[in-house]
């Protein structure tokens, strides 16, 4: 199986391209506009966003001429407009869902209202649905997928990004004959206590919002992150937020082994001091195999370590779609059933009754993984649904945010979904 010569196949079979609707034109979205219009057999043919502008001018960046940009705002009216080979730009973020030509939409917003809702209208309407939003997958994932599955549509997180790098690590482990013990993130610094003021300077130079800068330096990303391989693989994390050894490439293995991680049963984690990539450390008893790793300069056993250096995202997105649509498989999805983990809110400073809690990013709190049933039990609010909650009362600094220290909004559709799931899946209930 090879992707892209499947696509060149697929376009000179059919005589087009796999059409793909971008939803967001920020950072990532208008990363995967201009990829996919690199790669040969997509094209993307939607691009929706709330100012049309950002989402013309990312189609001018993809090559796409301006009279070839046609502004639709009705199914119709964009399949007509798909139809003579024009590219589509919207303001209505549902819309490409509704358009029969549509192979698949890629959701690049990373907000939980708007991947919420378009996940569901995709999954309505029968269309694949690839996500760059762990926020969403981690906290309505397992509703989602299960309504997917009965759609009979790929909901999937993207490959190019940790998480689906990581499970691309683990399935070819496992594929190899060896067991998955750990599947790290690794991480150059943690800033807990991280603000978009702190991270103002950071995010202009990196051409990114000020909070997607914050979640990331404060570890609130790399948890959700880590949830979403916790939540397709089963995978636990050793303690609330990890471990996050810190260590060098070359002593990975033996720091890990150190702080017994590879003893027990399988865990995902983090390092410090390894400034990007993802890491699996998979186990082999097989003398055979030892043998032959020895010889292979695998290293003495039985635990074998599986590195890869570089995070592509929107360079490999796209192969999340063209695999959905060509072989009906998903990058990284949740696991049938209830989740392994959630990922719990903790206060970044003291807070006072009556302050609304915001999104993750924010000056107001950080995330922590932990085992789901741990988090139902000590009724943790999920840093998921945080930007919808108010405080009831006072919460010290670095304490769990507990769901009935807080008054959620109920209105938004991620707040009734994870009532949903919980009363389906989870232990603990959504406060009210």
């Given at each position: 199986m090879n992707t892209f010569i499947d696509l060149e196949r697929r376009e000179r079979r059919l005589g087009r391209p796999l059409q793909v609707a971008v939803i967001g034109a920020g950072f990532l979205g208008g990363g995967l506009v201009r990829r996919l219009s690199k790669i040969k057999g997509m094209r993307p043919a939607i691009v929706a966003n709330r100012t049309l502008e950002k989402a013309r001018r990312v189609l001018g960046e993809a090559g796409v001429e301006p009279a070839r940009i046609v502004r639709a705002d009705d199914?119709?009216?964009?399949?007509?407009?798909?139809?003579?080979?024009?590219?589509?730009?919207?303001?209505?973020?549902?819309?490409?869902?509704?358009v029969g030509e549509i192979d698949a939409v890629m959701e690049a917003t990373g907000t939980m209202h708007v991947g919420t809702e378009v996940a569901l209208e995709c999954i309505r309407r029968r269309k694949h649905i690839i996500e760059a939003n762990p926020e969403v997958q981690v906290t309505v994932g397992a509703y989602l997928k299960a309504k997917a599955d009965e759609a009979g549509v790929v909901y999937s997180d993207i490959d190019g990004d940790q998480p689906g790098i990581i499970m691309n690590l683990y399935n070819y482990a496992s594929g190899l004959g060896l067991a998955p013990v750990v599947a790290g993130n690794c991480k150059g610094v943690m800033k807990r206590y991280a603000t978009p003021e702190t991270q103002a300077a950071f995010a202009e130079a990196a051409g990114i919002s000020p909070w997607i800068a914050t979640a990331a330096a404060d570890g609130t990303k790399l948890n959700l992150e880590m949830?979403?391989?916790?939540?397709?693989?089963?995978?636990?994390?050793?303690?609330?937020?990890?471990?996050?050894?810190?260590?060098?490439?070359?002593?990975?293995?033996?720091?890990?082994?150190?702080?017994?991680?590879?003893?027990?049963?399988?865990?995902?984690?983090?390092?410090?001091?390894?400034?990007?990539?993802?890491?699996?450390?998979?186990?082999?008893?097989?003398?055979?195999?030892?043998?032959?790793?020895?010889?292979?300069?695998?290293?003495?056993?039985?635990?074998?370590?599986?590195?890869?250096?570089?995070?592509?995202?929107?360079?490999?997105?796209?192969?999340?779609?063209?695999?959905?649509?060509?072989?009906?498989?998903?990058?990284?999805?949740?696991?049938?059933?209830?989740?392994?983990?959630?990922?719990?809110?903790?206060?970044?400073?003291?807070?006072?009754?009556?302050?609304?809690?915001?999104?993750?990013?924010?000056?107001?709190?950080?995330?922590?993984?932990?085992?789901?049933?741990?988090?139902?039990?000590?009724?943790?609010?999920?840093?998921?649904?945080?930007?919808?909650?108010?405080?009831?009362?006072?919460?010290?600094?670095?304490?769990?945010?507990?769901?009935?220290?807080?008054?959620?909004?109920?209105?938004?559709?991620?707040?009734?979904?994870?009532?949903?799931?919980?009363?389906?899946?989870?232990?603990?209930?959504?406060?009210?």
């Open positions: 199914p119709d009216a964009a399949s007509r407009a798909l139809e003579r080979g024009s590219s589509v730009v919207t303001a209505e973020l549902l819309l490409p869902a509704a949830a979403a391989v916790a939540n397709a693989t089963g995978m636990k994390p050793a303690r609330p937020g990890m471990v996050g050894p810190e260590t060098a490439l070359d002593g990975l293995l033996a720091e890990i082994g150190r702080r017994g991680l590879l003893d027990g049963p399988p865990v995902v984690e983090y390092t410090l001091g390894i400034p990007s990539g993802v890491f699996l450390i998979a186990r082999s008893d097989d003398i055979h195999l030892q043998r032959e790793f020895r010889y292979l300069k695998m290293g003495d056993g039985p635990n074998y370590l599986f590195y890869r250096p570089y995070v592509l995202c929107q360079f490999e997105a796209p192969l999340t779609a063209a695999e959905a649509v060509l072989y009906g498989t998903a990058t990284l999805s949740p696991a049938a059933g209830a989740p392994a983990t959630d990922v719990a809110t903790f206060a970044k400073r003291d807070l006072r009754a009556g302050e609304p809690l915001g999104g993750i990013g924010g000056p107001n709190h950080y995330g922590l993984i932990m085992e789901a049933r741990s988090a139902g039990e000590e009724d943790a609010l999920p840093v998921g649904l945080a930007e919808y909650a108010e405080l009831r009362r006072d919460v010290a600094k670095d304490s769990m945010i507990r769901q009935e220290d807080v008054v959620l909004d109920e209105r938004p559709i991620a707040v009734r979904l994870r009532k949903e799931q919980d009363a389906q899946f989870a232990p603990g209930p959504v406060a009210s």
